[in-house]
């Protein structure tokens, strides 16, 4: 049965979150992935003799993400969030590793094999404007997803347009608007529509509410929930607010100057985290109560430069507990005290 016909679509509302039932084969499987940046790459630099910087985005990322479920990616800014959506995608191409998307490895088809696979996996971008194609109105941006993957005729775009804006949310009345007709709310409805034109199975979501206002984050996060449930979508949130991440996530990977320092089912990781690094975001978060304030310690200084990246633990530098082994030894992401966690000082 199709999910995306109008005659075929459950009108049900989507449960609370709760962990998927799954075989235990992931959809998504992520091995060894890593990407690097060339900067200052230029002629002149050449010329004078000096030598381009590398930029390590992403080191040797290794994930399983599983039919149905949620998995947050969190961490500060800079940290290779996006970077790593964006791989796994093909929007950037990966130095190394594979992206197994049901047992294909996406990093090496090509032509109508690729195309096929892109239709499967799909991105909510974190500003949907930029996105947009300013010229185009509203149902040319929607009717030219469909007709380019074959998933309707010409005399059945009409239907399938004013379909696909009812689930997220928006009126016919908006097919025949450009872009900057729309609210800032709207336009990121109309980033999902056209992410679900094609019908994916997995989709990045990089930020998709961080742009807009506290009332219609809300709305747009209740309506992704919502259509995850009805759709049998998996999705990757990425988000620096933790809070959300929290609310929407089945699983959460705290991510680290290029790599995943902890991972393990949402409540467990916000109850009991282990690595020092997930204890300080979490001691950040502002308190209602005044009187409740946090315990641990803010972390200490800036993110070293993914330029230069310290040898042993990334983290090493602004840790308390850091010691010689940090500093000479990068700990491996394995299974402590019930998830998966990146440091020597666990036990």
Same mark, same amino acid.
């Given at each position: 049965?199709?999910?995306?016909?109008?005659?075929?679509?459950?009108?049900?509302?989507?449960?609370?979150?709760?962990?998927?039932?799954?075989?235990?084969?992931?959809?998504?499987?992520?091995?060894?992935?890593?990407?690097?940046?060339?900067?200052?790459?230029?002629?002149?630099?050449?010329?004078?003799?000096?030598?381009?910087?590398?930029?390590?985005?992403?080191?040797?990322?290794?994930?399983?993400?599983?039919?149905?479920?949620?998995l947050g990616l969190v961490g500060e800014s800079g940290c290779g969030k996006t970077t790593l959506g964006r791989c796994i995608l093909r929007l950037?191409?990966?130095?190394?590793?594979?992206?197994?998307?049901?047992?294909?490895?996406a990093l090496k088809v090509q032509g109508g094999q690729l195309r096929k696979l892109r239709s499967q996996m799909q991105v909510v971008f974190q500003?949907?404007?930029?996105?947009?194609?300013?010229?185009?109105?509203?149902?040319?941006?929607?009717?030219?997803?469909?007709?380019?993957?074959?998933?309707?005729?010409?005399?059945?775009?009409?239907?399938?347009?004013?379909?696909?804006?009812?689930?997220?949310?928006?009126?016919?009345?908006?097919?025949?608007?450009?872009?900057?007709?729309?609210? +800032?709310?709207?336009?990121?409805?109309?980033?999902?529509? @056209?992410?679900?034109?094609?019908? $994916? &199975?997995?989709?990045? #979501?990089? *930020?998709?509410?961080?742009?807009?206002?506290?009332?219609?984050?809300?709305?747009?996060?209740?309506?992704?929930?919502?259509?995850?449930?009805?759709?049998?979508?998996?999705?990757?949130?990425?988000?620096h607010d933790l809070r959300l991440v929290h609310f929407v996530s089945h699983r959460v990977a705290v991510m680290y100057l290029g790599g995943i320092?902890?991972?393990?089912?949402?409540?467990?990781?916000?109850?009991?985290?282990?690595?020092?690094?997930?204890?300080?975001?979490?001691?950040?978060?502002?308190?209602?109560?005044?009187?409740?304030?946090?315990?641990?310690?803010?972390?200490? +200084?800036?993110?070293?430069?993914?330029?230069?990246?310290? @040898?042993?633990?990334?983290?090493? $530098? &602004?840790?308390?507990? #850091?010691? *010689?082994?940090?500093?000479?030894?990068?700990?491996?992401?394995?299974?402590?005290?019930?998830?998966?966690?990146?440091?020597?000082?666990?036990?």
């Open positions: 049965m199709n999910p995306l016909n109008p005659a075929a679509a459950s009108t049900a509302a989507a449960a609370p979150a709760a962990v998927p039932s799954h075989n235990g084969k992931p959809l998504l499987q992520v091995r060894d992935l890593s990407k690097t940046f060339v900067q200052g790459d230029s002629l002149v630099r050449r010329m004078m003799g000096r030598r381009p910087d590398y930029l390590k985005a992403v080191h040797n990322i290794n994930l399983d993400i599983y039919p149905g479920e949620t950037y191409e990966p130095d190394s590793g594979q992206v197994l998307f049901e047992g294909v490895d500003d949907p404007y930029s996105s947009l194609n300013p010229r185009q109105r509203v149902k040319q941006m929607l009717s030219e997803a469909c007709l380019v993957h074959g998933l309707c005729t010409q005399s059945e775009v009409g239907e399938r347009v004013t379909y696909l804006l009812e689930i997220v949310g928006l009126g016919r009345s908006v097919a025949e608007r450009y872009p900057h007709e729309l609210s +800032g709310g709207q336009r990121q409805r109309l980033g999902l529509a @056209r992410a679900l034109a094609v019908e $994916p &199975r997995f989709i990045v #979501a990089d *930020e998709p509410v961080s742009a807009l206002d506290v009332s219609i984050q809300a709305q747009v996060v209740n309506l992704l929930m919502e259509l995850q449930e009805k759709l049998h979508l998996t999705m990757l949130f990425i988000t320092v902890e991972l393990g089912p949402s409540d467990e990781l916000f109850e009991r985290p282990l690595h020092p690094y997930t204890q300080a975001l979490l001691a950040a978060l502002p308190k209602i109560d005044p009187r409740n304030r946090a315990q641990a310690p803010a972390i200490q +200084g800036e993110p070293p430069s993914p330029v230069n990246i310290p @040898r042993g633990c990334p983290f090493h $530098p &602004r840790c308390p507990l #850091a010691s *010689e082994i940090c500093t000479q030894q990068e700990p491996a992401l394995e299974v402590k005290q019930g998830h998966m966690v990146a440091c020597h000082h666990v036990d």
